[in-house]
Every structure is written in C-alpha cells, then in structure tokens.
C-alpha cells in the first residue's frame, strides 16, 4: 500500500481548520481512490517471521490487529488530531469510553478529580460508581468559580474535568484560567469539547492537557453512530494509547470512516447551526411566552464576553424557560411536528428536550434548582432546518401557552 501523502507529504502547517478537517489524514492506497476506503479487517499479515517480529517488538511501524492499529482508524485519529492542534489522538468505541481511557491512563487508587458539576450525565455516573470503587475521589464545582476549582485541588488532585459550554444552560468556562490552576498543582486539565468542536473551540490552545469527544455528535453530525476520540500531546496519548490496546475500547473502522467523512462537512454544519441557533435564540426573547433565554451568543448573557473571547461563535444549543412550568414547557414539546423528541444533540436535525423530567430527571427537586434546571426550562439542539420552520414549529405551542 501507498499513501500518496507518504510521497508528497502535505505541509499541513498553517492550514485552516476547514481545510484540515477535508485534507489532512488522507488515506489514499494504490488503488488511487479519492474517497477513503474502509479497512474492515481484524488483522494484518506479515512479509516474513523477521517483520512480525518487528512489529510485536515495535522496532519496525505498522499495522499488527484492529485493536489498536488500523488505516482508517488512524485517518480519523490524524484529521482530528490536526484540527484540535494536537500531537496526537487516540479513537474510542464512544465518548464514554475516551473519558474512561483517559482517567484509566492517567490515574491510579487514591487519586483525586476536580470536576465541574454541570458535566453529561454518564460520566457523573463513572465518577461516583466507577472511579470511586478504584479509590479515586471525585469533587465538584461549578464550572465558573475559580474560587472554587482552587480550593477543591488538594494533594491528592491529579485531574480536572470540565465541559464548556454548559449543557442545558450554556454557562462558559475559563480554559485559560482554570488550566493556569491545575498546572499550578502539578494536575492535567481535560476538557469535553463536544459541544463545541474544533471548529468553534480549541482548548489545547487555551492551555487545557486534554480534549475528549463524543463522536457521536457533531463530529458524526447526522446521528449514525457511535464514537469518541482523546487528542493531547505524543506523551499523554501513549498512556491512553496503551489501555486502548489493553483493554480494547476500540473504534471500529466503519464508526471511523462515518466520523472522518462526518470531519468534512463540520466546519460548514457548525456555522450554519450556529447561525440559526443566534437567530432561534433572539427571536425567543421576544416571545411573551417566554421568560428568559440561555445562550451566550446574547449580550444579556453574563458569560457572553468569555464566550466571544474564546469561541469562534456560541454553538448549536440552547435553553429557554417557558412560563407556566412543566405543563407548558411540555404543551411546547407536545406541539412540534418537526424537532425531534430526544435528548442527543448534535444532529442536523433539531432536537428537543425538557431537562427536569429527561436529562436531569434523577436530580433531586434540590439540585435541580441549585442547578438552574427549572420545570419549565427547554434544550434545544438546533440542526439544519430551515429556520422559519423551526420557528414555526415552536409557535404552535407558545402561542398555546
Ligand atoms: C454524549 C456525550 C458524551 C458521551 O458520549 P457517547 O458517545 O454517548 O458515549 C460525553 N460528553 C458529552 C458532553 C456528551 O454530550
């Protein structure tokens, strides 16, 4: 096999994101195809004795099982790599299974974390059942008090784990500063940025170790399947390199090839999701029915100027209060024909979401309020609609309320 780029290497320095996310990682095989081909194949076969030896033995590059080295695995892994300006990246079965290999490589018994609060769902779940029967303690925090992410770092603190923006309630982050903090304590810092994308948002810039993704969201785009990626320096991806090869959460070449070929249309999608996320928000807050609007592409946002500073634009979801609580937010759900009833975001199809009975449901009534998960609080993921028919969609029901 052949790789054109092994003959006439791409200098991929300088090169914008968008095309990056279409030029880089090229996989391109003898056969001269255009299009990446997908490797579906579980192992490699040697030339002789002497190369298998090689390889095991790591002295000669190469590819040995799909386990842990595959062309289309690593197309995704180098495209993806390039665009959040990392040494490396390493693909995971799902966005889970990045975060977990990320904590299985770098952390051991009686470590601890620092996380934000308003973090998905599931990995609260691998904080408080997972990590913590393995002796790893978890604190939290919320996402936009320094002070708080200071004083929760003890010397036990060896990770610190954030999402930016929040989800439902789009509150930004300070990479910078809180990378600033962990450095300062010796500890990494890894950020979840599947809600914003390379395109919108690259943390290792901002100082932050690690970036983890669900590929089952934009970097996909059109909800085909699952995935995840880790990217961070050559040193930092070897360790998670490693649990990959060991205990096998691996992405499988097709999962690679959807997201590789999703790679190439984000810088596009995100734009123009963004753009009609900008104008469904400003055209909520002119709605009677509604109370207030979560999106920090608002200037009555109080973390808008954080978010300009450091995201090219404010992502693709948002939230808003309807008034009249539960019953209206759930006449607004009731009344769409269009958006999609789900809580996966990320699509090219707009989704919607009442976050107190669905995503936040297991929140005690408590938290649910220290956490601004009002009753009759909406997530929306907005996708590629058109946006009159979005807003026409939402209508049906506002104007019930
Ligand atoms: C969906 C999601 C995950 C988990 O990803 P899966 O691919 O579903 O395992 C992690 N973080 C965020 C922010 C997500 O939205």
Redesign the pocket.
């Known amino acids: 096999m052949t790789k054109k780029s092994d003959d006439q290497p791409l200098d991929l320095e300088g090169l914008a994101a968008e095309t990056l996310a279409i030029r880089s990682g090229q996989l391109r095989t003898e056969e001269g195809a255009h299009g990446e081909p997908i490797f579906t194949t579980s192992s490699f076969v040697f030339d002789s004795a002497e190369q298998a030896a090689a390889r095991f033995g790591g002295d000669e590059p190469g590819n040995i099982y799909s386990r842990f080295s595959n062309p289309t695995v690593r197309s995704f892994e180098q495209r993806l790599a390039a665009m959040e300006g990392g040494d490396r990246a390493v693909a995971t ?7 977990t290999s990320t904590f299985l490589a770098l952390l051991q018994s009686g470590d601890h974390i620092v996380a934000s609060r308003a ?2 769902g ?2 609260h779940v691998l904080f408080d059942k997972y990590m913590k029967k393995f002796g790893v303690e978890t604190t939290l925090v919320d996402l936009t008090d320094l002070d708080g992410w200071q004083a929760a770092i003890t010397e036990k603190t060896k990770l610190l784990f954030l ?1 930016t923006p929040s ?1 439902p309630l789009c509150e930004v982050a300070d990479i910078k500063a809180i990378a600033d903090i962990a450095h300062k304590h010796g500890a990494v810092l890894v950020v ?1 940025n ?2 914003c994308t390379p395109i919108l948002q690259r943390p290792l810039a901002l100082g932050a170790d690690i970036v ?6 934009y970097l996909d785009g059109q909800g085909r399947s ?3 990626a880790v990217v961070g320096s050559n040193e930092l991806m070897e360790e998670v390199y490693g649990v990959l090869r060991t205990c096998g959460p691996t992405m499988s070449p097709f999962n690679a090839w959807i997201a590789l070929k999703g790679l190439e249309t984000l810088a596009i999608r995100m734009q123009s999701q963004c753009a009609s996320a900008m104008t469904l928000a400003l055209w909520l807050t002119e709605q009677p029915a509604v109370e207030k609007v979560h999106y920090a592409g608002l200037l009555s946002h109080s973390h808008h100027a954080l978010a300009s500073q450091q995201q090219s634009a404010y992502g693709a979801v948002l939230s808003f209060v309807v008034k009249g609580g539960r019953e209206a937010a759930w006449k607004v759900v009731n009344s769409t024909r269009i958006m999609s009833i789900t809580a ?3 699509d090219v199809k707009t989704t919607i979401t009442h976050p107190a009975t669905t995503t936040h449901g297991r929140l005690s009534p408590e938290a649910k309020q220290a956490s601004g998960i009002e009753e009759g609080l909406l997530r929306i993921s907005v996708g590629l609609e058109n946006i009159d028919d979005l807003k026409g969609d939402l209508v049906r029901g506002l104007d019930g309320v």
């Not at 079965?93 to 975060?99: V, W």
């Not at 983890?212 to 969201?217: E, I, R």
């Open positions: 079965a799902s966005g889970m299974s990045a975060i973090i998905f599931t990995t999402e989800n979840d599947c809600f983890v993704h669900s590929a089952t969201k699952i995935g995840g996966n975001l990320g």
